[in-house]
């Protein structure tokens, strides 16, 4: 059941990526994954009690999304649209949005970079 649950959310996930379009993409890239992140914790959480296995199963699932080569040229370019959504977050939002609002975006930001493989970028 913990194996069907992560395909299920792998395969979701990458459907709603492959759909991505528009010029806001490093937000919707990010939004996307939080949304699906957030649902199937929730789910994890109040049907299964917060089962380590399960959990297991969701951050698996994550990763396997963000870190995607093979067909799917939105996750390849994962850490890319990452560092670009942060860096709106922390150059346009200040002027539009509070501090805490900023914080929790960042956040959000950081539950996805924990997922990704390809950290270097953000060393550049």
Not at 15 to 36: A, H, S, Y
Not at 53 to 61: E, G, M, R, T, V
Request: proline share 2%; with cysteine; glycine share 4%.
């Amino acid at each position: 059941m913990v194996e069907q649950l992560q395909n299920n959310i792998s395969r979701i996930g990458h459907e709603k990526i492959q759909l991505l379009k528009g010029e806001n993409l490093p937000t919707l890239f990010v939004e996307t994954l939080l949304e699906l992140h957030i649902k199937y914790l929730n789910i994890i959480q109040e049907t299964f009690s917060n089962d380590p296995d399960f959990i297991s199963s969701l951050d698996k699932a994550c990763a396997t999304i963000v870190n995607m080569k093979n067909g799917n040229c939105l996750s390849a370019k994962a850490p890319e649209l990452l560092a670009h959504y942060c860096d709106s977050l922390l150059r346009k939002s200040s002027k539009t949005s509070t501090e805490s609002e900023i914080e929790e975006k960042l956040l959000h930001g950081v539950t996805i970079f924990n997922y990704l493989e390809d950290k270097d970028y953000f060393q550049r």
